[in-house]
């Protein structure tokens, strides 16, 4: 089972500021099948990113992804004030789809 | 557009059985693979099960596998998550969600809680 890791757990930022999130994998992924989700408090996750890099609908396009084999990473040009949420990075392989622990973006 | 509803969460003993419903409208429903995810209160999201389409294959987290079983309805647009032997460590809250292109995650329920306890 691959294992993705996120970093940093959290971090803490001001509004307009840039944000960049990590997600490691223990193996090699396919692009295709890597995707990031937002979650904000009380809500169920929303898809961002899929591909690595291609944008969902509704996704606006200060949201970037990006990355190949084992490094990926998800990218907040300026941060609005409702980006402030949880964000997962995902992956499919083999049958069985693994999350990422999470990153917590915080308002400084 | 699309809807995923959840239903038949709650508070049930450990070793004790619950029965889950999701509830699909707006997208063809026969055509999707369909999944559910779990979330632990203050934790991270992890994946239980996904049923094809067809329903000719499901697969399921370690954590799951052989108390959980994942079933569809199709004649009335409905998904199901059968849990048994439950455990304390099941506490969650449920979301249905569809399994959409380069198999995503496309669109969630907003989630039914099940609370495991004594």
């Known amino acids: 089972e691959i294992v993705l890791t996120q970093s940093p757990g959290t971090v803490s930022l001001s509004p307009g500021e840039r944000a960049t999130l990590s997600c490691r994998a223990s193996?090699?992924?396919?692009?295709?099948?890597l995707a990031w989700y937002q979650q904000k408090r009380g809500q169920a996750p929303r898809l961002l990113v899929y591909g690595a890099s291609s944008r969902a609908t509704g996704t606006p396009d200060r949201f970037s992804g990006s990355g190949s084999g084992t490094e990926f990473t998800l990218t907040i040009s300026r941060l609005e004030p409702e980006d402030f949420a949880v964000y997962y990075c995902?992956?499919?392989?083999?049958?069985?789809?693994?999350f990422g622990q999470g990153t917590k973006v915080e308002i400084k | 557009q699309v809807q995923l509803v959840e239903s038949g969460g709650g508070v049930v003993q450990p070793g004790r059985s619950l029965r889950l419903s999701c509830a699909a409208s707006?997208?063809?429903?026969?055509?999707?693979?369909m999944h559910w995810v779990r979330q632990a209160p203050g934790k991270g999201l992890e994946w239980v099960a996904v049923l094809w389409s067809d329903a000719s294959k499901k697969y399921y987290g370690e954590s799951v596998k052989g108390r959980f079983t994942i079933s569809r309805d199709t004649s009335k647009n409905t998904l199901y998550l059968e849990m048994d032997s439950l455990r304390a460590e099941d506490t969650a809250v449920y979301y249905c969600a569809r399994n959409g292109r380069d198999m995503v995650l496309d669109y969630w329920g907003q989630g039914t809680l099940v609370t495991v306890s004594s």
């Open positions: 995902q992956q499919y392989g083999s049958s069985l789809w693994t």
């Open positions: 193996q090699s992924v396919t692009s295709t099948y």
């Open positions: 707006g997208f063809t429903f026969s055509i999707f693979g």
